[in-house]
């Protein structure tokens, strides 16, 4: 008996060497384009032999490993023309790939394939991209090409209506997105409160959207995540491109530092419809600018590096008496290395400063806020193998957070200088991430991060009977801020608060066929960060805080499942996906609170809690004249904050009531057809159910006033919204590939001119006496044209 165990265990470990004996090397290097030397990201490299393959990272390189022999290597890009290699592979081999542009015209004018199709085989999901030329080619107000406004006619996004800064995705709130643009944070993404966003779509090589399923290397926000890379610059000769429309133009200009080695990359953005206004005698003033600016070299073989910025200031000024600037700053400074071509490694350091400034004249003070951070990353890419790949890393961030200050404008001012209380805080995390594919048919995301955060000493800290700074009015069944009892004193270096937690990631695909795929995730997610707005849209005078001693951080739980299918050879696509969301510790306000210039904001606050569910829809047709998506969002988003004991009634007694951000309705009609070379034309739909809001049910009189009493919190709704837009480009040569290019966009946003309503207000009319309700809108239909150029 023995024998025969010893005989078969040694016969296990003879075919376990044979199959570990077959030698095995590696395949690695970067794609560009041939044209500009630009890196490409997820980029296709197939080997159709083994029916394998591998996609480039977010800097163009790709590593895989095979077995010794011949491969036909096929490199596909959506967009380009494909292009294949005959490889003898019997040693490891760097070889780097150049592809040029399947379709000789302007990339902003046709759309070759479709970037945005998810891979049927990958876990990844819950994520959509898109190219520079998709964003362009979508009508928007005013005529100026806007990244926000596009993702809000993807499925699970919304906006809180016209002119509303910020996003909302799967009901969250807008403060719950994190928003990188090349890795830096940006804390505000609109310009002149919500009609543009900032970021310049001449200057975007790559753009994803990540809804559900976040891999662990994000962290610090609960909604989504939404990752902007900008163009290295042209390396190979100078070009530039632009646009110029009726309140805003544009320019763009890239080429070598040094040919093939290193690039620049400037690009600038400037409204000025406030220069007509005094043709008018209006003495008012509104305006953008913004600056993108990037630096890339090549070191030798196995190390770049890359200097990239940001600058943006809005400008708002009602005649002498309100002038407001605010705007965002952010650098940053990465070093790609190549360990070997199994490893890779970006460092990044990262300075991102959001500042609000006020001046008011008429009654002589300036008023300045912010909030400044630096972040050190160090991320890791291995390529193990080609079923399991790890990406880990590390990520430090300090912030400091200037609440607000107040200084008199003049000397006569009667205004005495007033600071709150600056706030500091430390945010740290390691992440490991696996991408592990078990057979053809099944594959596998999982991670873990760990988060901690540490608020560290400030100047001053309330101190509160038994550590509650709100008090319920049992007489009065109402909330009121306590009362301090003391104050404590902290240096700079001490911890007043620490919080620790792990974030575990998960995400699972099953092939069903080579068309078809299920797939689930699960993600935990948490937010130390908190912005202070009671409004439905933030708006730059909102104030981030950190967590601490009275405010906890937010904790997400997110489970998403869905159905993937490519039909006709992945001419159409159809992705369905449900999800269900809960978080822990939302922040609710209480009853009359006041944000602005507050100093003690832990008294107006209450910890709730939150969640949101749905079903998302999404059907594209990828090739053809005509292109385009329907995308169907069924949803909703609600908030609870109960009692802390028995007696307290809570906000809204308690109950389930719904966020300012739920929609039970959204959906969105995008298409693109392309008449000739010379026209094509675009059009989108959109009709989303009404935003909640609170309208008064009854009303009494006092001292000769007539007060009204409001509702339930978000138990109204404003009327459904809906609009058309179309655009048409003009293309006179399309066949013109060298020298001065152009092209001419004419647009026409709301083209039905529907008076969607923006808020409702109530009010007594004074003719009648009787109180009316009043709506607001902002936009009807505004029509626009815009000359653009290239050479």
């Known amino acids: 008996m023995n024998s025969k165990l010893i005989l078969t265990i040694a016969f296990l470990i003879q075919i376990s060497l044979s199959a570990f004996s077959q030698e095995k090397y590696t395949l690695s290097g970067k794609i560009t384009d041939t044209n500009t030397n630009e890196s490409l990201i997820s980029v296709n490299v197939i080997i159709p032999e083994l029916n394998t393959g591998t996609t480039t990272n977010e800097y163009g390189f790709y590593s895989i490993t095979l077995p010794k022999g011949n491969y036909n290597v096929i490199i596909s890009y959506l967009g380009y023309a494909e292009t294949s290699e005959t490889i003898n592979l019997n040693e490891d081999i760097t070889k780097n790939f150049n592809l040029t542009e399947s379709v000789e015209s302007l990339e902003e004018v046709v759309i070759t394939e479709n970037v945005e199709r998810l891979n049927i085989r990958k876990p990844q999901m819950s994520v959509n991209a898109l190219k520079a030329s998709t964003i362009k080619k979508i009508p928007v107000v005013l005529g100026e090409p806007d990244v926000i406004k596009a993702i809000t006619l993807l499925p699970g996004v919304t ?59 994000y962290g610090g926000r609960v909604s989504s995540v939404l990752d902007i890379y900008q163009k290295e610059g042209n390396s190979k000769e100078f070009h530039a491109n632009g646009g110029i429309g009726l309140v805003a133009s544009r320019l763009l200009a890239e080429g070598p530092l040094k040919k093939d080695k290193g690039s620049f990359l400037f690009g600038g953005r400037s409204s000025y419809a406030h220069l007509f206004l005094p043709l008018f005698d209006i003495d008012n003033v509104a305006y953008f600018y913004d600056l993108n600016t990037k630096l890339s070299y090549k070191l030798n073989d196995k190390n770049n590096i890359y200097l990239s910025g940001y600058f943006g200031r809005d400008v708002f000024r009602i005649a ?42 008429f009654v002589e003070f300036d008023w300045d806020s912010g909030i400044r951070n630096f972040n050190f990353k160090y991320d890791f890419k291995h390529y193990i193998s080609n079923n399991f790949k790890l990406q880990y890393g590390l990520n430090s961030i300090y912030y400091k957070f200037n609440p607000g200050e107040i200084e008199p404008s003049t000397p006569t001012s009667g205004i005495n200088p007033f600071k709150l209380i600056d706030k500091y805080a430390f945010e740290n995390a390691i992440y490991v991430d696996a991408e592990h594919e078990l ?11 760990l988060s901690s955060f540490l608020r560290l000493g400030q100047d001053e800290l309330n101190i509160y009977e038994n550590d509650q700074p709100v008090i319920f009015n049992e007489d009065l069944q109402i909330y009121e801020k306590a009362e301090p009892i003391g104050t404590e004193n902290y240096n700079r270096s001490d911890v007043i608060k620490s919080f620790f937690n792990l974030e575990p990631r998960f995400s699972v695909a099953y092939q069903l066929n080579k068309n078809s795929s299920i797939k689930a995730s699960y993600n935990r997610m948490t937010q130390y960060l908190h912005l202070l707005s009671n409004t439905s849209s933030p708006t730059p005078l909102d104030v981030w805080t950190p967590s601490g001693k009275y405010v906890k951080p937010q904790l997400l739980d997110q489970i998403a499942v869905g159905y993937f299918k490519s039909f006709n050879n992945n001419d159409y696509s159809l992705e369905v996906e449900s999800f269900y969301k809960t978080i822990k510790n939302r922040i609710d306000y209480i009853d009359g609170a006041n944000l602005i210039a507050n100093n003690a904001i832990e008294q107006v606050i209450l910890n709730g809690k939150a969640r949101a569910y749905g079903l998302e829809i999404l059907f594209k047709k990828n090739v053809g004249k005509l292109e385009g998506w329907i995308a169907y969002t069924l949803s909703k988003s609600e908030q609870q904050t109960t009692g802390r004991t028995a007696e307290e009634i809570g906000i809204n007694n308690g109950n389930w009531y719904k966020t300012a951000f739920d929609k039970t309705h959204d959906i969105s009609i995008t298409s693109n057809y392309e008449l000739n070379k010379n026209w094509t034309f675009n059009a989108n739909f959109v009709l989303q159910t009404g935003q909640p809001t609170t309208y008064p049910v009854s009303q009494y009189q006092y001292a000769g006033l007539t007060i009204p009493n409001y509702g339930n919190r978000n138990s109204n709704r404003l009327p459904t919204y809906h609009r058309l837009d179309i655009s048409a480009n003009y293309t006179p040569k399309p066949n013109k590939t060298k020298g001065w290019q152009n092209y001419w966009t004419f647009s026409i946003y709301n083209a039905y001119n529907r008076y969607n309503a923006a808020s409702v207000s109530f009010s007594e009319n004074r003719i009648t006496g009787i109180n009316e309700a009043t709506k607001f809108s902002l936009f009807g239909i505004i029509p626009s044209v815009t000359y653009n150029f290239k050479f």
């Open 439 to 449: 057979s053809d048919k099944l594959s596998i995301n999982y991670g873990l991060r």
């Open 320 to 361: 002498d008496s309100f002038d407001n600037t605010y705007g965002n700053t952010v650098v940053n400074f990465r070093w790609n290395h190549l360990f070997s071509d199994k490893l890779f490694s970006n460092m990044s350091l990262i300075y991102s400063d959001y500042y609000y400034g006020l001046k008011l004249n």
């Open 159 to 217: 906006n809180a209506g016209e002119g509303s800064s910020g996003f909302n995705v799967r009901g969250g709130a807008a403060d719950q997105n994190l928003i990188l643009l090349d890795e830096a944070t940006v804390f505000n993404s609109s310009h002149l409160f919500g009609l543009f966003s900032v970021f310049n779509p001449d200057a975007i090589k790559d753009l994803k959207l990540y809804k559900g399923g976040i891999p662990s290397r």
